[in-house]
Antibody
Framework: EVQLVETGGGLVQPGRSLKLSCVASGFTFNNYWMSWTRQAPGKGLEWVASITNSGGSTYYPDSVKGRFTISRDNAQNTLYLQMNSLRSEDTATYYC??????????????WGQGTLVTVSS | DIRMTQSPASLSASLGETVNIECLASEDIYSDLAWYQQKPGKSPQLLIYNANSLQNGVPSRFSGSGSGTQYSLKINSLQSEDVATYFCQQYNNYPPTFGAGTKLELK
């Protein structure tokens, strides 16, 4: 059974940093692209970052480019999201997601339970 | 960015009814469209990809159709467990983008 478990969320002041982690199990981690997608309270979904299965390439939308960094440790089956210069508009539940399979990199087939990040002074 | 417009924003339907949710892309996405279901307080779940391919384990009362810029999700014989918010998402172009969601309630 595929499992994705996120940790690291919490309350952080604007301008500060936070690092999220996602431990994966139930599949061969290094075979799949991984992504982070977020959902502001009561709002829709927004893709935040993706990383190739090897970790060699990363992708971001303009809203977080230069502030967020996605990375992975394939030996530890763990995905990370380093978030710097946080803003109030980054307040959201952050979901770790796994791609469907090869070629379907941005079909998000599995989702974690999410971790809430609140940016407020 | 490709804009995804869902309609309606909310709808109320009775058990056993057939429900249709529409999704309009701002440009041709060549059937690179997924549908997700998010039940209250839960994470989203993939229902359909490639506009009409059912994810494993998804009940056959769910179906997707469409091409070009216009897509739809159909739920036959509505069940109580189908109460959720439904999102469409395009993955043809960066960045992948989602519709705002359609909240489905029971009448």
């Amino acid at each position: 059974e595929v499992q994705l478990v996120e940790t690291g969320g919490g309350l952080v002041q604007p301008g500060r940093s936070l690092k999220l982690s996602c431990v994966a199990s139930g599949f061969t981690f290094n075979n799949y692209w991984m992504s982070w997608t977020r959902q502001a309270p009561g709002k829709g979904l927004e893709w935040v970052a993706s990383i190739t299965n090897s970790g060699g390439s990363t992708y971001y939308p303009d809203s977080v480019k230069g502030r967020f960094t996605i990375s992975r440790d394939n030996a530890q089956n763990t995905l990370y999201l380093q978030m710097n210069s946080l803003r109030s508009e980054d307040t959201a539940t952050y979901y770790c997601t796994r791609s469907y399979y090869d070629g379907y990199y941005h079909v998000f087939a599995y989702w974690g339970q999410g971790t809430l990040v609140t940016v407020s002074s | 960015d490709i804009r995804m417009t869902q309609s309606p924003a909310s709808l109320s339907a009775s058990l056993g009814e057939t429900v249709n949710i529409e999704c309009l892309a701002s440009e041709d996405i060549y059937s690179d469209l997924a549908w997700y279901q998010q039940k209250p307080g839960k994470s989203p779940q993939l229902l359909i990809y490639n506009a009409n391919s059912l994810q494993n384990g998804v009940p056959s009362r769910f179906s997707g159709s469409g091409s070009g810029t216009q897509y739809s999700l159909k739920i036959n014989s509505l069940q109580s467990e189908d109460v959720a918010t439904y999102f469409c998402q395009q993955y043809n172009n960066y960045p992948p983008t989602f519709g705002a969601g359609t909240k489905l309630e029971l009448k």
